[in-house]
């Protein structure tokens, strides 16, 4: 079975952050060292097969995401995790670096044949590729034009406003296939989004609410990340309806900053990001969004079992939520 396993590596806890250029020096080495172990050997004739890698730098060292062929989840997180350590070491580059984190989850795609190691998130031809992906999502965003993100011409970056209207749609699709990522983790394995070991979207949220976050929230929070996705591609903006679908929405926008930022393809990007998340939700979800930011839940008390699903209510009585929010089992 493919499995795509996620890993972080960093540099030693005792050492500060590395600069952009010696992370992303750090982050080729390990790209290079991911393609020495193409098969991984076990006992009992255990064997994992790495099919492809790539990796993205970031202050604290490199997320690296591979495909890999293993008889089990558990297997490919061990045979990686081991694997890797062992060859961190060999470099005098990465000698002090370590596996931070390491977590597999069922990989949906075909099988892909062959080891084809990705180019490191910032190089040359990596950041080529992101910018013609963004640019090609970028007609797809309609709901709303550059003045959302108060761009002004720049005859220096005529490309400015297109890059950060794709990069919407990229912050879309890396969301909800983490939230499908979480989810299933959650479900096979029965336990909340707190105790989630390397959480693809979910570890956005504070702990007090994260322990309440069982399966059933989850599957209704991805269906208003859903509808959040679609009112992008609506030809007018309707804000959103629920709070659960503001935080959806808010984090694709985090998703799409940090996807600009971590591929080279904008120099300061979060000034738009700001102005577009003062333009586009209502002045209720954002103070309720400021207050999420600080690790409190918008809502009061902890202990209330009933508090996470005030957070699908419509803002209004003129607003429509879909039906399969109105859950009455408490969550």
């Not at 991911?34 to 730098?57: K, Q, Y």
């Not at 309720?288 to 930011?293: H, I, S």
């Amino acid at each position: 079975m493919h499995y795509a396993v996620r890993i972080n590596v960093e540099t030693s806890p005792k050492q500060t952050d590395l600069d952009p250029e010696q992370a992303h020096v750090g982050a080729q080495q390990i790209l290079a060292q991911m393609g020495t172990i193409a098969r991984i050997e076990g006992p009992g004739g255990l064997r994992v097969v790495v099919h492809t890698a790539e990796a993205r730098a970031h202050p604290r060292g490199a997320l690296v995401k591979a495909v890999v062929e293993a008889p089990t989840a558990s297997a490919a997180e061990t045979g990686v995790r081991v694997a890797l350590s062992r060859l961190l070491t060999e470099s005098a580059r990465t000698a002090y670096w370590w596996v931070a984190q390491c977590a597999a989850v069922p990989h949906a795609g075909p099988p892909v044949p062959g080891l084809r190691i990705g180019a490191c998130a910032g190089s040359p031809e990596a950041t080529a590729r992101a910018r013609r992906h963004v640019l090609g999502h970028a007609a797809r965003l309609r709901a709303f034009g550059p003045a959302m993100f108060e761009v002004r011409p720049d005859p220096a970056e005529p490309g400015r406003a297109a890059l950060l209207a794709g990069s919407i749609l990229m912050g879309m699709h890396i969301v909800l296939d983490g939230l499908f990522n979480d989810l299933d983790t959650m479900h096979r394995e029965q336990i909340s989004a707190a105790e989630l070991t390397d959480p693809w979207i979910l570890g956005e949220l504070p702990a007090a609410v994260a322990t309440r976050c069982d399966d059933v929230f989850v599957r209704r929070f991805l269906l208003v990340g859903g509808t959040a996705a679609h009112r992008l591609v609506e030809p007018v903006w309707q804000p959103p309806t629920s709070f659960a679908e503001a935080l959806a929405l808010y984090t694709m926008f985090q998703a799409a900053h940090d996807y600009l930022v971590g591929n080279r393809l904008l120099v300061d990007p979060g000034r738009h990001f700001d102005a577009l998340r003062r333009n586009a939700f209502e002045r209720s979800h954002q103070e309720w969004l400021g207050l999420l930011g600080d690790a409190a839940d918008p809502f009061g008390d902890s202990a209330d079992p009933w508090r996470l699903s005030t957070w699908f209510d419509p803002l209004d009585t003129v607003c429509v939520a879909h039906p399969y929010v109105y859950d009455s089992t408490p969550v």
